[in-house]
């Protein structure tokens, strides 16, 4: 079975300053995995995928990601983070033919 | 497209009520699956279905709860009677398959407290 794990509940960052939010998973088979955001009061908003071939990922808002598949990570990245970046972060897997599943989430907080 | 459209959005009900909630997936996904939000928990599949059939129940909690979907671009969640510890919020997805590359879009979910 396929599993996600943020191992940060909360990620502090200045504003300008490059951010991190972490995420490692395990799967059976070949990974697919997902970003999705989550601003207060709403739905989760898809952000970025990995697509096979792509080490490095590129999605919405200037965010990244970042394969690796020796440390089994998908670490989302930006290079300069914004006040409005503040939202709660879920990092999924599938394996084929299944639903995502999700991790526990990270919030991050961007301070001005 | 409207995108994944969920009522209502708030719910606020007694202890032993009957609670519904309502979801129409985007047109011509096969797939729709119903999410529980708690900070306890965070995000926990409860059900799914593909082309209106259920697929796996196995994470609806108890048999307080249940969910249907009648036609293709129709489901509800009920959970008769309901008790404090439901209050979370749910969220309905849909998505055009479960393989691979594609992403599941989520509706603005329904906040729901039992008092």
């Known amino acids: 079975a396929q599993s996600v794990a943020q191992p940060e509940d909360q990620v502090n960052v200045a504003e300008g300053n490059p951010l991190t939010v972490k995420c490692t998973y395990s799967v059976s088979g070949n990974p697919y995995l997902f970003w999705y955001v989550q601003y207060p009061n709403r739905g989760l908003q898809f952000l970025l995928k990995y697509i096979t071939g792509d080490n490095l990922v590129k999605g919405s808002y200037g965010f990244e990601a970042e394969f690796n598949k020796s440390q089994t990570s998908f670490h989302l990245k930006k290079p300069s983070a914004l006040v409005s970046d503040s939202a709660l972060y879920f990092c999924a897997v599938r394996d084929d033919w299944t639903p995502l599943v999700f991790g526990k989430g990270t919030r991050l907080s961007v301070i001005a | 497209d409207a995108g994944v459209i969920q009522s209502p959005r708030h719910e606020v009900t007694e202890m032993g009520q009957e609670v519904t909630l309502r979801c129409k997936p985007i047109?011509?996904?096969?797939?729709l699956f119903w999410y529980r939000q708690t900070m306890m928990r965070g995000l926990e599949l409860l059900i799914y279905?593909?082309?209106?059939?259920?697929?796996?129940d196995s994470g609806m909690p108890e048999d307080r709860f249940s969910a249907k979907m009648p036609n293709a671009s129709f489901s509800t969640l009920k959970i008769q009677p309901s008790e404090p510890r439901d209050s979370a919020v749910y969220f309905c997805?849909?998505?055009?398959?479960?393989?691979?590359?594609?992403?599941?879009?989520f509706g603005p979910g329904t906040r729901l407290t039992v008092t």
């Open positions: 047109s011509g996904h096969d797939y």
């Open positions: 997805a849909s998505s055009l398959k479960i393989q691979g590359t594609y992403e599941q879009y």
């Open positions: 279905f593909n082309n209106n059939v259920p697929i796996d």
